[in-house]
């Protein structure tokens, strides 16, 4: 029987690794966080929904656990869903193995991710796998960039997400998002290093079956975790987008204050900010989307494009973030997975192993074009 302390386990994601986990009757699940009072409630919530595992609630803090309280919960995986990663250092991941326990995260900050193989040597002399980034990115985002891109000497890569509106992220991913609105970043552009900032690049994208949505320039772990493993890349961009145009465009307009340095805490706009999307969250669907557009060129020499899209609906969007720390967590305890060690969730499962766990979703993946 497998133990897995999901911390966060009552959050916007978290919640959703731990539903899914819970279908299996041959794990135990603890529903860890800084309130017990949510773990359990969380916990209830489960069980009426019809949970098969065995569940406990627990208090927990990511930033003071230590090796012992996780040894004292059982832990044989640990899930960090507490975010935002931006402001976390590894105390966690370090406690897990210090415990001997797996770990795995679902950060898409790109310092935080990239950095993870710094304890690389302790997860090795402990046997323990540590995996950051077991999200939408880099972990579902370039498992499919090597799906689609087999056979392809790739020269472009492009990733982009938006969201339905319905979904309701919490104050602590809206901290996450404004705190990053117009700072700079580095991506690769035609071969060379290029400047872009938050939340600008403003453009459409037609997504498929959901229609036209905004989207901006946005950092994550990808643009420099794919550029390292392909090296003969000469551009790779990550955008995401608000379905509510007014929501986007107000973004917009704030990142052009974050760059002039002039932009509140992030923490303080956040709540006010998330306050006014939910008392316009009539306005957009519950519908969300996903895209990987790569190109290339064939054995032949004629340049390839294709484009992988995920459309969720039904409010299930929220799962997609959650999935990839659910396929590790089940292959970890399967005895399967990457050797020991700490790196990031880079093209660690195939989209197979994705699909195969929404199913039951109203989520679905396809390629639509390939020319």
């Not at 700072?183 to 036209?212: C, N």
């Not at 709540?271 to 190109?295: C, E, I, N, T």
Request: glycine share 12%; proline share 5%; charged share 20%.
């Amino acid at each position: 029987m497998g133990r897995i302390v999901v911390l966060g386990g009552y959050g916007a994601f978290g919640a959703h690794a731990a539903e899914r986990l819970a279908r299996d009757p041959a794990t135990e699940i603890v529903v860890a966080g800084r309130s017990l009072a949510k773990a359990r409630a969380q916990v209830a919530k489960l069980i009426a929904g019809g949970a098969r595992a065995s569940l406990e609630p627990a208090e927990l803090d990511a930033m003071r656990a230590t090796g012992e309280r996780l040894r004292a919960l059982g832990a044989e995986i640990v899930i960090n869903a507490s975010g935002p990663f931006q402001t976390q250092d590894y105390s966690l991941a370090r406690a897990a193995i210090a415990a001997g326990c797996h770990y795995i995260d679902l950060a898409d900050a790109r310092a935080f991710v990239c950095g993870i193989s710094v304890l690389d040597d302790e997860a090795r002399a402990a046997g323990v796998r540590v995996i950051s980034g077991a999200s939408s990115v880099p972990g579902l985002s370039s498992a499919v960039v090597r799906y689609i891109g087999d056979g392809l000497a790739l020269d472009e890569v492009h990733i982009g997400i938006s969201p339905g509106n319905s979904f309701d992220p919490g104050v602590a991913t809206v901290a996450s998002i404004v705190s990053a609105v117009g700072k700079p970043f580095t991506r690769r552009v035609d071969g060379r290093v290029s400047i872009a900032h938050g939340w600008q690049g403003l453009h459409r994208h037609r997504f498929p079956e959901i229609g036209v949505r905004w989207m901006g320039d946005v950092d994550v772990p990808d643009l420099e975790l794919i550029p390292a493993h392909y090296p003969q890349l000469s551009t790779v961009r990550f955008t995401a987008g608000l379905e509510v145009g007014l929501f986007h465009l107000g973004l917009w307009c704030l990142s052009w204050l974050g760059r002039a340095g002039v932009l509140g805490s992030g923490d303080v706009l956040a709540k006010p900010l998330l306050a006014a999307k939910r008392s316009l969250s009539f306005l957009g669907s519950d519908s969300g989307g996903m895209f990987v557009r790569v190109a290339g060129r064939d054995s032949e020499g004629k340049r390839r494009e294709r484009v992988w899209n995920l459309i969720a609906r039904g409010g299930h969007g929220p799962y997609v973030p959650a999935i990839a720390s659910v396929v590790l967590a089940k292959k970890l305890l399967a005895g399967s997975g990457p050797p020991a060690g700490a790196m990031p969730c880079f093209q660690l499962f195939n989209p197979a192993d994705f699909e195969a766990e929404v199913r039951d979703l109203d989520i679905r993946c396809f390629v639509c074009r390939e020319g």
